[in-house]
């Protein structure tokens, strides 16, 4: 069964360096997602892709954070300037449609570490 | 903005038992989705189980259903016939039927330990 992968599984970075952090959707699905869960908190939102395009994000997704699809297959998050608080394991979710009776299918999340 | 609470960090049941994980939320929009996700360890989320709002009947999957009391704001899992495969951490979540809302808003979490 096809699933979302996600690379690397462990980030370790000092503050004040850029990271990107990778992910394969399945491959015929149309929108791309990003969560982040920070230690003993609840998984949020980040930002929906869709097209190129930004479709949605949340007020996490400052000016520091921005999305990419370099090419058919990856899709990035990038963090410019990493702070503490970024810390956070972080999670790629794709599906094939947008409503909510399209499954968001969600790889199994990079731990990013920001000393 | 909507929220989802899980009350029950942690849960324990025996192997071939019956456990209900507990989940409120709070909306004030009238078509939605709730969710059952399942986090085994170092492995991705799956769903586990869907309900659509607009539906009264309970959603079942084999061994997993949901008792949604769409009033109550209420929407548990059972699990029944517990196996070891279940052990993971459970994550009730909701999400808007609006098309331009993508976000999937999720609880804290139950980590579920099954006794052999």
Redesign the interface.
């Known amino acids: 069964e096809p ?2 992968t996600q690379t690397p599984s462990h980030q370790v970075t000092q503050m004040g360096q850029e990271v990107i952090l990778r992910c394969v959707p399945i491959s015929n699905h149309l ?1 791309f ?1 990003w ?1 982040r869960q920070i230690l003993g ?5 980040l930002v ?1 892709f869709y097209n190129n395009e930004i ?2 994000k ?1 007020e996490i997704f400052d000016d520091q954070f921005s999305v990419e699809r370099p090419d058919g297959s990856n899709f990035t998050l990038k963090i410019r300037s990493t702070k503490l608080e970024d810390s956070a394991m972080y ?1 790629c979710a794709s599906s094939w449609g ?4 399209y ?7 990079t731990r990013l570490t920001v000393t | 903005a909507q929220t989802v609470t899980q009350s029950q960090p942690e849960m324990s049941v025996q192997e071939a038992e019956t456990v209900t994980l507990s989940c409120t939320y709070d909306t004030s929009e009238s078509d939605y989705y709730l969710f059952w996700y399942k986090q085994p360890p170092s492995r991705q989320m799956i769903l586990v189980i869907r309900q659509e709002a607009y539906k009264q009947q309970n959603a079942t999957e084999n061994r997993f259903s949901v008792n949604f009391q769409k009033a109550a704001k209420s929407f548990s899992l059972k699990i029944s016939d517990s196996q070891l495969g279940d052990a993971a951490m459970y994550f009730c979540a909701y999400r808007s039927a609006l098309t331009r809302d993508d976000k999937i808003i999720f609880g804290k979490g139950t980590r579920l330990h099954i006794l052999p």
Do not use: L
Not at chain 1, 98 to 101: H, I, K, L, T, V
Not at chain 1, 103 to 109: A, I, L, M, N, R
């Open positions: 699933e979302v929108y997602y969560y908190q609840k998984v949020e939102f929906s479709s949605e949340s999670f947008r409503e909510g009776s499954e968001q299918y969600f790889g199994p999340g």
